[in-house]
Antibody, heavy 119, light 106 residues
């Protein structure tokens, strides 16, 4: 069974920094694309970032709202992905979900982790 | 990138059929996926690539996609089908979600 577990969330001040982690178990993520999707309180789903597998080049793409501020990386030896949130804004507040992309859609999801950006 | 429009809410009686449209320009030329999210939980993939059901998803969930509308159909709705449903696709280097539809089975 594929399981994802996010960690590292919490309260961060605007302009600060936070690193979210996602631990994958139940399969090797080395050939999988990985992604983060977020959900502001009471709002819909919003894609944040995606990283390709190393065989595909390992490059990351970002939503316009976070491009230049967030950095997505992966460590296949640990079966983990990381999302560094630099210079967060209050509108970055929400639940962040880690997901796999195996066949096209967001196949598997973690339970989510809350990030609150506030002074 | 694309904008995907869904109705805010849909109500259906138990055992009846609910249809959830997802509108977008030429959406029929994209692969559309659908997710079900219950309050306080992570979304679950229920339909992928327009009309494919993942393992474990009941047959009462089906999908179609043509022209400017993709549709998720729940045939014989059950109480556990309550929640929010989102369509999603990949377009011009970005993943796009629909605005979401709250389904109430009553």
């Amino acid at each position: 069974e594929v399981r994802l577990e996010e960690s590292g969330g919490g309260l961060v001040e605007p302009g600060g920094s936070l690193r979210l982690s996602c631990k994958v178990s139940g399969f090797s993520m080395s050939n999988a694309r990985m992604s983060w999707v977020r959900q502001a309180p009471g709002k819909g789903l919003e894609w944040v970032a995606r990283i390709k597998s190393k065989p595909e080049g390992g490059t990351a793409d970002y939503a316009a709202a976070v491009k230049g501020r967030f950095v997505l990386s992966r460590d296949d030896s640990k079966n983990m992905v990381f999302l560094k949130t630099n210079s967060p804004k209050t509108e970055d507040t929400g639940v962040y979900f880690c997901t796999t992309i195996l066949t096209g859609p967001f196949d598997n999801w973690g339970p989510g982790i809350l990030v609150t950006v506030s002074s | 990138s694309s904008e995907l429009t869904q109705p805010l809410s849909v109500s259906v009686a138990p055992g009846q059929t609910a249809t959830i449209p997802c509108g977008g320009h030429d959406i029929g030329s994209h692969s559309v996926h659908w997710y079900h999210q219950r309050p306080g939980q992570a979304p679950v993939l229920v339909i992928y690539k327009d009309d494919q059901r993942p393992s474990g998803i009941p047959e009462r969930f089906s999908g179609s996609n043509s022209g400017n509308t993709a549709t998720l159909t729940i045939s014989g709705a059950q109480a556990g089908d309550d929640g929010d449903y989102y369509c999603q696709l990949w377009d011009r280097s970005a993943y796009v979600f629909g605005t979401g539809t709250t389904v109430t089975v009553l």
